[in-house]
């Protein structure tokens, strides 16, 4: 298991929040997430583009060190937030509000298929009405509200980035759900040994994470902290994105797909599934269910609107998502950016922020064609009754 790390840093809420408010401003009240990029303070928007892209500016898979990976554990709470600074927007404006990959039926269309993933999580959990969820690393609250509203559940969606929450909580309003749905902000994933995330024990009947702990510098960390505030007999299931087994960090092109992977996606250390199912069982969990969804026979891979592969598409309303992810669509997004950023109408930085999430995809799709990705390993844990 990957070790962890010797020195985090520390939660500054205080200096987060006028960081929001200096690179965002009133951004987050816009609802459309493209005039939101563009409403950014440009010398914030630097700042964000220099933390994050110090780790991973001339630094190649074939060099890459252990002290490197230690540098991105030990600072990953702020790589994760910049990260998000900046990507946030992009991804609401190229996605869709629940950013996370799931699995695809026969011509099903695709926010069809987002919603499906987030319910079938759900199902298995058994969450029910009246429930008290936590949703761990909610983003801008996409499958805490679809999930309140198949389930009647009431969820508190757990954040560390300032402007996702307040995007979030705006969204949660629009749907009339300010009473079921709320959004804080903590340390969600820190170590066991900080003792950050700042909830009671034995707060929650469930927990969920989709597509997020992989933030955490140590997954046995984060789902310690998870048990703690989990009700006994209270479940846990996750979505965790893994590289398989087949992964041997001693092959380049194996090593720059896994650097890809986490350049892309702020991700400052990822492992492998038996990792994984291991941190699961030494936090406490009694595993009811680990399975690799992307392993399912299905009709479409889930890769494929990444992929920019049109044969899968299952709506004409799907076509702008795929058509971005192609070499066309992907050339395009790079000269407009280009153009505006040149012009003044977007920050500096906006660019390279659009071709590093480009080439991640790229690195996703392989890691998947070659069995070395998943974005879906299915865990379901139980926290034993006292």
């Not at 790390?5 to 929001?20: Q, V, W």
């Not at 190649?60 to 990953?76: C, G, L, M, W």
Request: charged share 25%.
């Amino acid at each position: 298991m990957a070790p962890a790390p010797t020195g985090l840093e520390s939660e500054d809420h205080i200096r987060d929040a006028a960081f929001n408010k200096a690179m965002h401003g009133k951004s987050a009240e816009e609802r459309n997430a493209f005039m939101a990029m563009l409403k950014k303070d440009p010398k914030a928007q630097k700042a964000a583009v220099d933390e994050y892209f110090k780790h991973w500016d001339n630094k190649s898979a074939a060099d890459e060190t252990e002290a490197d990976r230690e540098a991105r554990r030990a600072e990953y709470a702020t790589l994760t937030r910049h990260y998000y600074n900046l990507a946030t927007d992009l991804y609401e404006n190229g996605w869709s509000q629940s950013f996370h990959f799931c699995r695809f039926g026969p011509r099903e269309p695709f926010l069809q298929a987002l919603a499906r993933h987030e319910h079938y999580l759900a199902h298995v959990m058994g969450m029910r009405e009246g429930m008290k969820v936590l949703d761990v690393g909610c983003g801008v609250g996409g499958p805490a509200r679809e999930i309140a509203k198949f389930t009647g559940a009431n969820i508190v969606g757990l954040n560390n980035n300032d402007y996702q929450i307040e995007r979030a909580t705006a969204y949660a309003a629009k749907d009339g759900l300010s009473n079921q749905v709320s959004f804080t902000k903590e340390a969600q994933y820190l170590h066991i040994l900080l003792q950050q995330m700042s909830f009671p024990d034995e707060s929650f009947d469930a927990v969920y994470a989709i597509e997020a702990t992989v933030h955490a510098p140590s997954l046995e960390g984060v789902y310690s902290q998870i048990y703690r505030v989990l009700k006994p007999g209270g479940v846990f299931g996750v979505y965790e994105w893994l590289m398989t087994d087949k992964y041997d960090n001693s092959n380049p092109k194996h090593r720059e797909i896994r650097l890809g992977i986490e350049q892309g996606n702020g991700i400052s250390n990822m492992v492998k599934i038996s990792e994984g199912v291991a941190a699961m069982k030494a936090a406490g969990f009694e595993l009811e269910i680990d399975e690799d969804l992307a392993e399912r026979p299905d009709a479409s891979p889930w890769y494929y609107p990444i992929a920019g592969d049109f044969k899968y598409m299952g709506s004409i309303w799907d076509l702008f998502t795929v058509l971005r992810m192609t070499k066309i669509g992907r050339s395009t997004v790079h000269k407009l950016v280009g153009g505006l950023e040149t012009v003044g109408i977007a920050p500096r930085g906006t660019q390279k922020t659009a071709d590093n999430l480009a080439w991640a995809a790229d690195c996703l799709v392989a890691g998947a064609k070659d069995g070395l990705f998943t974005p879906m390993y299915l865990m379901v844990g139980r926290k034993p009754k006292a």
